[in-house]
């Protein structure tokens, strides 16, 4: 089983949907949790972390499952600028790799 | 404030040949990482940084490739007799401190081409 693993997509939905992903990860060790985006040809950045209790910020909104070994982002009410590449990623004290990042879910968004 | 900033944007060699790649992280943050990125990959850990001392280099693929950062501040990712397979973006980043909650902060990454 890889360390982290996210559907690919992509994703195409239009403008107005509600879209999920789910990204899972293998260590139980693993302490924290976040999602980047990643446009093309550009470097990821932040978009939130994820808490245990999850946690909101505007259309987004994060969970985690510790006893199932996953997070999810869901975005609501997609915009067009929402068209992008999301990583999950996981962090752990102990196991084999201190930061690990998914492959990247893709996102189109169409109008 | 500045950001992340990494140099060249871009570098071409040949194989066997040595590269240096450059990263300057924001100013004052005391950790510093690099991944690599292959095309549809998310990024690879490859090294991190507290302060001069590498934390965790557990993500270095093999000998050929050493990571320095002598004050604390600036890095140089160094790979030797460079193979094709090398051919990535190398990304770095920077955190105010190595706390796994920390945000990290991304530079525009070198594309890195090996002939």
């Known amino acids: 089983r890889k360390e982290v693993e996210q559907d690919p997509g992509p994703f195409n939905v239009p403008e107005g949907a509600t879209v999920a992903f789910n990204c899972t990860y293998s260590?139980?060790?693993?302490?924290?949790f976040f999602w980047y985006r990643q446009d093309c040809r550009k470097e990821p950045k932040l978009l939130m972390s994820?808490?245990?209790s999850g946690n909101e910020d505007g259309r987004f909104t994060a969970q985690l499952n510790r006893a199932s070994q996953y997070i999810s982002l869901l975005i609501r009410d997609s915009k067009l600028s929402d068209s992008a590449t999301y990583l999950c990623?996981?962090?752990?004290?102990?196991?084999?790799?201190?930061?690990?990042f998914g492959k990247g879910t893709r996102l189109s968004v169409i109008a | 404030g500045a950001g992340v900033s990494q140099t060249p944007s871009n570098k071409v060699t040949e194989k066997g040949k040595y590269v240096e790649l450059r990263c300057d992280p924001i100013s004052g943050h005391t950790a510093l990482y690099w991944y690599r990125q292959s095309l549809g990959q998310g990024p690879e850990f490859l090294i991190y940084?507290?302060?001069?001392?590498?934390?965790?280099d557990s993500g270095l693929p093999n000998d050929r490739f050493f990571a320095v950062r002598p004050e604390g501040s600036v890095s140089t990712l160094k790979i030797q007799r460079t193979e094709r397979g090398d051919s990535a973006v190398y990304l770095c980043?920077?955190?105010?401190?190595?706390?796994?909650?920390?945000?990290?902060?991304f530079g525009p990454g070198t594309r890195l081409t090996v002939l």
């Open positions: 980043a920077s955190s105010s401190r190595a706390g796994i909650t920390d945000t990290q902060y």
């Open positions: 990623v996981v962090r752990a004290i102990s196991g084999n790799t201190p930061i690990v």
């Open positions: 994820v808490y245990s």
């Open positions: 940084f507290q302060g001069t001392g590498a934390a965790d």
């Open positions: 260590n139980s060790a693993s302490q924290s």
